[in-house]
């Protein structure tokens, strides 16, 4: 049985579309020597090559995949975008407008120079700034008829002319801004690296090696006492005060062979079992103040509830962590701290936003 190949791509765009996809994340992740193109780059070389040879993708397949692009960076952008344009909203817009200005004359300027078509000078603006959202813009005008054509140039014919020389141009633009970091940190002699490290360490941030041995402090665990100090003995656990002075909190008590869980008014009595949670350090400290630690299978396996938070309250952004006195407050641990995807080490230092 011989397939036809060509029939066989020319009859299934939706194949076409997945090779496109395939081809170009494979050959967009191999590196010649320190350089690699990336699977968007290796994508769109990929789509020149099979549109080259005639063949055609799913026509909704842009639309879908714009929608697609758009809904990730909103996704992505989200948890932070109101707490930066708080802070430096006006900083990016100005960068945003200057840029956008600065390039769409260059463009303009340059396609009458050259002679180039409307159409062809737009699709390389949006690949020269790597902008996706401005292809899809500029294929929407001309699509919605707001883009005027020249005579005899069907829209698309200038969809397509964008396209392509969006294509050609991305390539250009990402080594461009590649080499442009390259030489603008050797004019200004900053090391990118140590410009790294300074932000991470204003905003609380641990550095190389660090993260490991912060999420080792802060591992929690449960430990039992039994009640041997008379200091503590009679007191109400509002009076003794753990979370505020060692950072840990009794989740349990047995007394008289019963368990149950106790809450600010519980006195404590001779001869209980306490369970308690807190980092180990800490932990250990309390075979002095409460009494020894024995093993109790059942207090040792208390069950812990977590709850997942998200920061919305002004109160809390742009606060360290250990401003906002959770464990003392509600007496809850935080043991996850995550950020834009990125988990961070609950340190103290770190700021909320």
Known sequence: ?????????????????????????FFGNLRAGSIRLGSTAGVLLAGLVFGHLGYQGPSQAMELGFILFMYSVGLQAGPRFF???????????????????????????????????????????????????ALAAAQDAVRSGLARLAQGVTPDAAIAEIGVSYAIAYVFGMMGVMMCIKVVTRIFRTDLADAARA????????????????????????????VKNPEVMGRTLRELGLPART??????IRRDGGVFFPDAETRIEPGDRVAVAGEVERLEELSDYIGPGVFDR??????????????THADAVGKHLSDLHILARSGCFVT??????????????????
């Open 298 to 311: 059942e207090l040792v396996r208390a069950p812990i509830e977590t709850a997942t938070v998200v920061v």
């Open 336 to 353: 996850r701290l995550v950020r834009a995807q990125i988990e961070l080490p609950q340190r103290v230092d770190v700021i909320v936003e």
């Open 247 to 252: 950072g840990c909190v009794v989740q349990e």
């Open 199 to 226: 932000a991470a360490r204003e905003r609380g941030m641990p550095e190389e090696g660090e993260e490991e041995a912060a999420l080792a402090e802060k591992r929690h665990m449960i430990r039992v006492f039994e």
């Open 83 to 133: 707490s930066v344009v708080a802070r430096d909203g006006l900083k990016y817009a100005s960068l945003a407008l200057i840029t956008a200005a600065t390039a769409f004359f260059l463009a303009r300027g340059l396609g009458e120079v050259c002679g180039f078509s409307n159409s062809l000078t737009a699709g390389l603006m949006a690949g020269a700034l790597t902008s996706t959202p």
């Open 1 to 25: 049985m011989v397939i036809d190949l060509h029939d066989l791509l020319s009859r299934n765009p939706a194949l076409v579309f997945f090779l496109v996809l395939g081809f170009g994340a």
